[in-house]
């Protein structure tokens, strides 16, 4: 059983940085494309960044680059988003996605994640 468990969340000035963690069990974390999804109250989840498994191609949304990086350990199973410069407007439950069949066109559509975590919450303060 495939599961992804989110840590690493919480309260942050602006400017500051976290550090999220995603931890994924069940499955050969290599084969698969890994994602960071945000969603804030009232609003659509949205894209962060993603990784490949093959080789490791990263993707991130353009409100997010230069500022978030996204790594990957396939050994510890374990997806990570360096979060700097933390404004408000990244406030947000952050969710970890994870699917092996994706095309890279996709990577970017939360429809198309077969598997979620429970999310973490991020609060940036102004």
């Known amino acids: 059983q495939v599961q992804l468990v989110e840590s690493g969340g919480g309260l942050v000035q602006a400017g500051g940085s976290l550090r999220l963690s995603c931890s994924a069990s069940?499955?050969?974390?290599?084969?698969?494309?890994v994602a960071w999804f945000r969603q804030a109250p009232g609003k659509e989840r949205e894209f962060v960044a993603a990784t490949r498994g093959n080789g490791g191609s990263v993707f991130y949304d353009d409100s997010v680059k230069g500022r978030f990086t996204i790594s990957r350990d396939n050994v510890k199973s374990t997806v990570a988003l360096q979060m700097n410069s933390l404004k408000p407007e990244d406030t947000a439950v952050y969710y970890c996605?994870?699917?092996?069949?994706?095309?890279?066109?996709?990577?970017?559509?939360?429809?198309?994640?077969?598997?979620w975590g429970q999310g973490t919450q991020v609060t940036v303060s102004s």
């Open positions: 996605a994870a699917d092996q069949h994706l095309i890279q066109s996709s990577v970017g559509l939360a429809v198309q994640y077969d598997y």
């Open positions: 069940g499955l050969t974390l290599r084969r698969y494309t």
